[in-house]
């Protein structure tokens, strides 16, 4: 245990625990999933959260993620490695609202986060701690934006990062990680082809990992956007959040998050229902949910243009389904086609140039609405992950 430890950043970190068997990790060592061979899950940190202070000590902190750096892992100030992420803005939905009707409708939007999504809170945190335990290599698989983040806050940390990209990526995310100084290896597959030659390289050159959710801290950055969704709303939560779910890290984090908020008392037991929102290409979760399995199939339909949703199997998906089943939520598949519809229609009407991922909510939120799933006067909130403008090679512009 490390609670006892006097830290600059005053983080309450105690251990990494085991959400499936329970068995307790080090924290002081480095970590990738779950040692029980039986297991091998992702691990959660845990933090000492009967001796935080009030939610009042936030007023005056800068607006970045880590001013909730008691409930972030890094122990001492100089190993933060930040690029001023988080606390991005609510954007209320102003001009669509023959689609929203009664329903308060808002995006987070993430596409202002460093190189241009919401992958720069996982990385900053998980590059962070990396830093803090002395590690000098980085490598991790990606679809584009979680590439291109490692890579910048690699170059910030003075750590060397590896990239394994699938080659259909569009060409703007294979730039970003060579001008960071990663090198960038093209794979002719998925990110789950790339997720294994990874594995097979990194076990080979001793380079340490940081592939979605195979090491415990890209979901405590993730995290902080629950946090940010509870301060921005004044500590009442909304009553639906609809995410796009690949690897589905932010799904599981702000769950861990509103728990963490709970038990600090600075929320209610109110939460969300959490939709799940994934590409027709690669609909697991979708299936799965739907067929009321508790882990997911392999799915890969192909390209998508919603890169980020091309994950054929989420390694966490048992905790991804746990979380949409524990907040009675649901999870729905949009095809690209309709994705390009929305993206343009939000660009049209409300002046935003998202992310076909956060397009895919806006879709979904239609349906849900028109099913009365979604229901008259409650507060509606889409995460938008990242920025339309690294997409535009997949857009057709009419």
Known sequence: ?????????????????????????????????????????????????????????????????????????????????????????????????????????????????????????????????????????????????????????????????????????????????????????????????????????????????VSTLKEPYRLEGKKTMGYEIAEQFNWQLPDVILYPTGGGTGLIGMWKAFNELEHLGWIGSKRPRMVAVQSESCNGIVTAFNAGLSVSEFADGGFTIANGLRVPKPYADKQILKVITESRGTALTISDEQMSLALKEIARYEGMLIAPEGAALWQAFKKLKAAQWIKAGEKVLMINTGSGYKYLENIVVD
């Open 1 to 209: 245990m490390i609670s006892d430890i006097e830290t600059e950043t005053g983080s309450l970190l105690l251990n990494l625990t085991c959400p499936e068997c329970g068995t307790v990790h080090n924290a002081d060592v480095v970590n990738t999933v779950c040692s029980n061979d039986n297991c091998k899950s992702t691990l959660f940190a845990t933090y000492n959260l009967d001796t935080a202070a009030d939610k009042s000590a936030l007023l005056g902190r800068p607006a970045t993620m880590w001013r909730y750096k008691e409930f972030l892992p890094v122990f001492n100030e100089k190993n933060i490695v930040t690029l001023g992420e988080g606390f991005t803005p609510m954007i209320p939905i102003e001009n669509l609202k023959q689609f929203t009707g009664d329903n308060e409708v808002f995006w987070k939007d993430e596409s202002g986060n460093p190189t241009g999504s919401f992958k720069a809170r996982g990385l900053s945190a998980a590059v962070s701690k990396a830093k803090e335990l002395g590690i000098d290599t980085i490598a991790t698989p990606t679809a584009g934006n979680a590439g291109g983040a490692l890579a910048a806050y690699a170059a910030r940390a003075g750590i060397k990062a590896i990239v394994y990209m699938p080659k259909q990526t569009p060409k703007v995310f294979k730039d970003e990680c060579r001008l960071y100084g990663a090198d960038l290896v093209e794979i002719d597959g998925n990110i789950s082809d790339c997720g294994r030659l990874v594995n097979e390289q990194a076990l080979l050159h001793g380079w340490f990992q």
